[in-house]
């Protein structure tokens, strides 16, 4: 099996209710899909979102990335030499991440496809079931709490709750949610590196004085501030996760000597690929960190490859942030990986088990 073409495609879907965090408000998903094509008829799908403001990564980079200086370089190669793979996409160029991510996602699906297997097995095997949380958007605070109601209606018992603009009307938010959803869900909150040190610090001591328990914090302060994420960390209860902080291998092990941070957040995106979400999860176990898969505004291409490396590294990845396809107003994508509500399951079809994408607009470039 080897490669013969890398096509591109947009994808386009609307959001059930905009989404809206301390850094952007964003009203569809709007991808760029990789079509790896190959001389056995065989097709991988790999998807990367843009995210200037995290990653530094546009649409238009993505697709000049992957057409420039990855492709040339996988014309021919066979997928069963996964590793040599990997290593072209990582070398190919520094840092564009999520063009890493996309290619390096059709490429497993094939190499799983060439195998007749289920990408999760070829990983390492588990249980094909996750359970995640959905997003709760910033926004007024009874618009809060009736989303987070609606949430737990629909079988939602983890609230990932965006906070990080103005940290006094985040604690009012965090106090009239928690007192709408007591017993009924977990709150987890997100800052978008919206908060100051202190400032986290006192607003956290607060709510833990008051007997709201959160599940986690995630990235409290800017995300080249380890001292801040340090000083939280040393000073709270509440567990505190590295998001933004933690993109690849190199910081993960930077945070976790520092003890700045007690979770860390893995995103294919973040990381550039599976293969370094990986090696960030086997680090992690080493030193006996857990860890979260996440996602960017994804469509359950790019969801339902998070959702096989969480499931292979379920002894490390105890919580799952997989709620991209469950924001849309529908899933055009036809899988092996089913979203319905909070429950994930994963099928048996060989890799990502993806039979039809609807709505793609081919790129001619």
């Known amino acids: 099996m080897k490669i013969t073409d890398i096509r591109f495609a947009l994808l386009e879907v609307p959001l ?9 408000t964003v009203n569809e998903i709007k991808d760029i899909i990789v079509i790896v094509e190959t001389d056995s008829g065989h097709i991988g799908y790999g998807e990367a979102p843009a995210t200037a403001a995290i990653t530094g990564d546009t ?61 999760y097995k ?5 249980e094909p079931t996750l359970s995640t949380d959905i997003t709760i958007s910033i926004d007024y605070i009874d618009k809060m709490v009736e989303d987070s109601l609606k949430a737990v209606e629909l079988g ?13 009307l985040d ?8 007192a709408a959803v007591k017993g009924k869900a977990l709150i987890r909150l997100d800052a978008n590196q919206g908060w100051t040190a202190k400032g986290a610090v006192n607003a956290l001591r607060s709510l833990e004085d008051s007997g709201i328990i959160l599940e986690l914090v995630e990235q ?57 979400a990986i090696k960030i999860a086997d680090i992690a176990a080493t030193y006996g960190v857990e860890c979260m898969i996440g996602c960017m505004l994804e469509s359950s ?46 099928s048996d079809s060989p890799g990502l088990g993806i039979k039809s994408v609807k709505n793609l607009q081919f790129l001619d470039v």
């Open 16 to 24: 059930k209710t905009p989404f809206k965090t301390a850094l952007r």
């Open 59 to 119: 649409l238009g980079s993505i697709v000049e990335t992957i057409k420039s200086e990855m492709k040339p370089r996988l014309i021919g190669r066979d997928i069963s030499n996964l590793n040599e793979i990997t290593e072209i996409i990582q070398g190919s160029i520094m840092k564009n991440y999520n063009a890493k991510a996309a290619v390096e996602i059709a490429i497993y699906d094939l190499f799983a496809q060439l195998y007749g297997a289920p990408l």
């Open 122 to 126: 070829i990983l390492g095997g588990g």
């Open 156 to 168: 939602f018992d983890i609230l990932k709750v965006k906070v990080g603009k103005d940290i006094g």
């Open 171 to 178: 604690m009012d938010r965090v106090r009239a949610i928690d």
């Open 220 to 276: 409290p302060v800017r995300a080249e501030d380890l001292d801040g994420m340090k000083y939280i960390t040393e000073r709270v209860v509440t567990p505190v996760m590295a998001d933004e902080s933690s993109f690849g291998p190199r910081e993960v092990i930077e945070l976790i000597k520092m003890r700045a941070a007690d979770i860390i957040n893995i995103k294919l995106m973040k990381a550039g690929g599976i293969s370094k």
């Open 301 to 346: 291409i790019s969801v339902s490859a998070a959702a096989h490396v969480a499931v292979a590294k379920s002894n490390i990845i105890t919580k799952v942030d997989l709620d991209g396809p469950s924001l849309c107003q529908y899933d055009p994508v036809v899988c092996g990986v089913k979203f319905n509500n909070s429950e994930i399951t994963i």
